[in-house]
């Protein structure tokens, strides 16, 4: 291997990036870390600690498809340039801390293609609350260097604030506005400067991200913040009494002995202010501090990286090379090495880029079959898209997205494709890890059309919002496995078997425990289920909402044997896949929102999980009996949302309803609560009649209405299991 040993200054490698000299390969993993890690980078690297080295591959332009640092997309350019291999993480994170990204009028489009964690605006704070350390000298404006820190030391004046795209009145934002002293958009560009300075002086807050120009934002700042401290400085100088003492003390930094003190303060009576005497000397030490500590924070893109450079006879070993050298420390995940074994082609796009651009594609659907569709919305045809249930993260696939795909490209390339038995080996590393590039490559497309046609399944069908209320994320494997077949997507009969499956499955238990080894024996049953073959989940059909030390009616009502539990005795609680079930199931049966929007309306809202999703509306959890009726004198309601072993937060009393219908209802009346569940009661919220929520209202027993919402449910749910097959 053909290594060479050099340096290379920051500034350097930030013109290489800018100029598309360094980029990286398309096989890299996207930027992962979080605030916390780039913080503690930022500290090491403003104490001059070493940050490791680079390791970067002289390439050709068209050696792989590659990406710019910072960005997830595709850099498309046929310019010669270098590859990084090692050092993604950190060359990122101080690019984005030193180089502006967001300088241009344009800085939303940058804002969109960034990592999330990279839309940061850097700061150190000059005078930090949370230590009693100085390190910038602060108090008697006397620095020396940061070079003498430990990089623990630096954490508490550091200072990242995320931009938000849309909050365009936060201080740091780029799209912030600053009016002119008549109200309109200032466009002088030393009035802006100004403005801005001003504004972090008084935070005591010095930004990083214009440092590698000596006429950069930082200098204003910390003039003004070194002219508010002197300001400070005077006045304990009086309250000393103007002793030499306290002067001697305060201009040390500028090498000023009593002798010179004496000579002013004691020369020509001048009938000037003893600190006006002293101007030439406040000016210097004024001077003198912001010119320390500007050199320091200037000299930051400066400091020189270690590199190691591999000369192009490596070029076919890049992403062996790249796997080896992740194999210690925080080890590359499945789907990371998945990514680096695809690029190995170079004809092929980044796999996170298509799975992106796959997500954010529409997808036809048959509206015959998936009827809960555009409910609300019928105007929008049959179009579906995947974009609004939060499965990309900061322009990255999920992790729980990484996931499906692995498991489900394992399960199509090994059972599908070359038969074998489908057991949990194929959802595990080894299995996974033998695919080859070609594999990969091969099956790629059809694995993320059927991950996001089960998407579209559970939340037309299931009423799931979106991927993160999935209480058991390998049935979507189950599902993508048979939805990956066209002829099982078209047809309305295979997906009524599917919901069945699911709907069974989930009220049934069978994911409570064991979730690998269920879903590849599901895999297995299904697909029989659906060819004609023998009905393997209609005992399945008993347990529904009936599960020992899972979900019966006694655990929903806080009792143990028909008896309500005593404060001794542990409550059993049902698990969170009950009460986000629950929910979805009624939500999949478009239910009738609780209050009407707006006083013109003629009828009440009909509720959706993809409408959800859209936020149209935005749903909450409403408490059917609502808790104040249940708070004892002295006691909030705040506190009983919190008592899981209270029957007042049983998922039999709980139900999506849009958030302005809650705030209605949380100043509407007893008797004016009672009328809007009669006028609901016959709607597909499975709600019981008003004359059960009068009594309970009046005698508080709650467990007698939430048993008649039990029996609702339980029929209303088996009655629909049963009319799907």
Request: glycine share 4%.
């Amino acid at each position: 291997m053909a290594i060479e040993n050099r340096e290379k200054e920051l500034n350097v490698i930030y013109n290489d990036i800018s100029d598309e000299k360094l980029v990286l390969p398309n096989f890299q993993r996207g930027f992962i870390w979080n605030r916390e890690q780039q913080t503690k980078l930022l500290a090491s690297i403003l104490v001059g600690l070493p940050v490791g080295s680079l390791l970067i591959l002289e390439g050709k332009s068209n050696d792989f498809s590659k990406r710019e640092l910072c960005f997830p997309t595709e850099l498309i350019t046929d310019r010669d340039c270098d590859y990084v291999l090692d050092g993604q993480q950190r060359l990122s994170t101080l690019r984005s801390m030193f180089y502006d990204l967001f300088s241009r009028d344009d800085w939303k489009n940058n804002w969109d293609k960034m990592y999330g964690s990279l839309r940061t605006r850097w700061f150190v704070t000059i005078q930090s609350s949370k230590s009693e350390a100085d390190v910038f000298g602060y108090r008697k404006l006397n620095f020396d260097s940061l070079l003498k820190c430990t990089d623990s030391e630096l954490i508490d004046y550091i200072k990242p604030l995320p931009i938000h795209k849309t909050k365009v009145n936060d201080l740091y934002n780029p799209g912030y506005i600053v009016k002119g002293p008549d109200g309109n958009p200032e466009i002088r560009p030393a009035f802006i400067k100004d403005f801005f300075s001003t504004q972090y002086a008084a935070l005591n807050q010095v930004p990083l991200w214009e440092v590698r120009s000596r006429n950069g934002l930082h200098r204003n700042v910390l003039k003004k913040i070194a002219t508010k401290r002197i300001s400070e400085l005077k006045v304990e100088a009086e309250n000393e009494d103007y002793s030499l003492e306290y002067y001697e003390n305060i201009f040390s930094p500028i090498n000023v002995t009593r002798d010179d003190l004496e000579l002013d303060l004691n020369g020509d009576d001048t009938g000037l202010d003893i600190n006006d005497k002293l101007a030439e000397k406040w000016a210097a030490l004024h001077a003198q501090w912001v010119e320390k500590v500007s050199i320091e924070l200037e000299g930051m893109p400066s400091r020189k990286m270690a590199i190691i450079n591999l000369n192009r006879e490596e070029v076919n070993r890049a992403a062996a090379i790249f796997e080896a050298i992740n194999r210690g420390g925080v080890p590359l995940s499945m789907y990371d090495l998945v990514v680096a074994k695809s690029a190995r082609d170079q004809g092929v796009q980044n796999l996170s880029t298509k799975i992106i651009n796959s997500v954010e594609s529409n997808i036809n659907i048959n509206t015959d079959i998936f009827t809960q569709y555009g409910v609300g919305h019928e105007e929008l045809g049959d179009c579906w898209s995947s974009k609004d249930m939060k499965i990309i993260v900061g322009n990255e696939p999920s992790n729980t997205l990484k996931d499906w795909f692995v498991n489900l490209l394992s399960l199509l390339v090994h059972v599908r494709f070359k038969k074998e038995a489908c057991s949990v080996e194929h959802i595990k590393r080894e299995k996974i890890l033998s695919l080859t590039c070609d594999e990969v490559n091969e099956f790629s497309d059809a694995a993320i059309q059927a991950i996001i046609r089960a998407l579209c399944f559970v939340q037309l069908r299931c009423g799931v919002i979106n991927a993160n209320d999935l209480s058991y994320k390998l049935m979507v494997v189950v599902l993508a496995y048979h939805l990956s077949d066209n002829d099982i997507w078209d047809s309305n009969v295979a997906i009524n078997q599917l919901e069945y499956w699911y709907w069974l499955s989930l009220f049934g238990g069978s994911y409570f425990h064991g979730q690998n080894l269920q879903c590849v024996k599901d895999i297995t049953d299904v697909g029989d289920f659906i060819s004609g073959g023998g009905n393997v989940f209609l005992g399945l059909s008993r347990e529904v909402l009936n599960v020992e030390n899972y979900v019966t009616k006694d655990i929903l009502l806080r009792k143990d044997d028909g008896e309500e539990l005593v404060s001794e005795i542990p409550t059993i609680i049902e698990p969170k896949s009950i009460r986000v079930g629950l929910l979805q199931f009624i939500l999949s049966r478009t239910p009738s929102d609780l209050v009407k929007h707006d006083s013109g309306e003629t009828t009440v809202k009909k509720l959706s999980a993809w409408s959800a999703s859209k936020g149209e509306p935005e749903l909450e959890v409403h408490h059917i009996i609502p808790l104040a009726e249940a708070t004892s004198i002295g006691e909030s309601t705040k506190a009983l949302r919190k008592d899981a072993s209270s029957i007042m937060n049983s998922s039999l009393n709980l139900s999506y309803i849009s958030k302005q219908a809650n705030r209605k209802l949380s100043s509407a009346s007893p008797s004016e609560y009672v009328q809007v569940i009669h006028d609901m009661a016959s709607a597909t919220n499975y709600l019981p009649s008003n004359d059960s929520f009068t009594q309970v209202l009046h005698d508080k027993d709650y467990s007698r209405i939430l048993a008649e919402r039990y029996m609702l449910l339980e029929n209303g749910i088996k009655n629909h299991i049963a009319s799907l097959i």
